[in-house]
């Protein structure tokens, strides 16, 4: 039933555009367990299962590829590529087992700064939240209750969702606010180290900048935010001794998060492709420095599927 489903849309998206079009779905973080400060991140169980359905009934291919085969006129019907943001050691210990047996590649977006220190400002906050032995923060009057793990998890995500619309500068004087307040603590690593993206990429993986400090490159200034893309970029080519082709934008959505000057910036510095998180799919006019993804939705597996490629052919 699902595969004559898919493939009706499948022969309905050609009938309408004369071309497949392609689906980009996005992640962030693949979890252990589950964690009420992650609450849009998969748990590995999830994960696995949801991978190894969608590998049954989609050709699962890196970003890289599927463009060059979608501009060669060659791109197979129902492709799908597999995205995660940000650059989360669980990426390398959790997913990245779950692709190798499936024998699938992915796309990974890196904030450099992560890869140097180990964390981003979220992780800081987080932490700096879950050790606090403090009942309740005052921040820019404001209350926020911190007495179990639940409130601490509302008050960060509360707190997180304020902070990253900031400019660089008052979210870092925002963070030095709130540890002086809690208590400094010392972050673990929890991003991936140079070898492991060094190894994801000469593994066949799409490895691609997300910015140095995992910045809304909107709330900037145009030369901060052409320094936090550079930054990030000119790191990843020394890494990988090779030059990035793509760069996500971080929180991602066109024209509020990102606009036309940031798109500009990336082709200046050398890119021609630049991922939004925009609902739809990535035809042959998609605008390749504005490309659509999706997240993964928790439907039914096979509401999921047929939904896939419905957004992928609007
Ligand atoms: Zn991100």
Redesign the pocket.
Known sequence: MLEFGLKFISGLNWVRHREHSFAIIYF?RVLREPNLFCPDDWTLDSFDRLLTFLNKHFNVIPISTALKLQSQGCLPPRTLCLSF??GYLDNYTEALPVLERLRVKASF?I?TDGTEKGYLWGDELAHTIKKTSKLTLMFKKRKYALSNDKEKASSYLSLTNSIKFMTNQERDESLKFITSQLGKISIPRLMMNKQQLLALSEGGHDVGA?TAT?SILGCQSNQVAEQEINSSIDYLNKLLNKKIELF?Y???HFPSDFNQEHEAMLIRAGLSVGLSTNDGGVRIQTRKTCIPRFMPHRKEINQFCLSILKIAGE
Do not use: I, K, Q, T
Request: hydrophobic content about 25%.
């Open positions: 962030h943001d940000d977006f904030a997300h995992h996500a971080p929180n991602g």
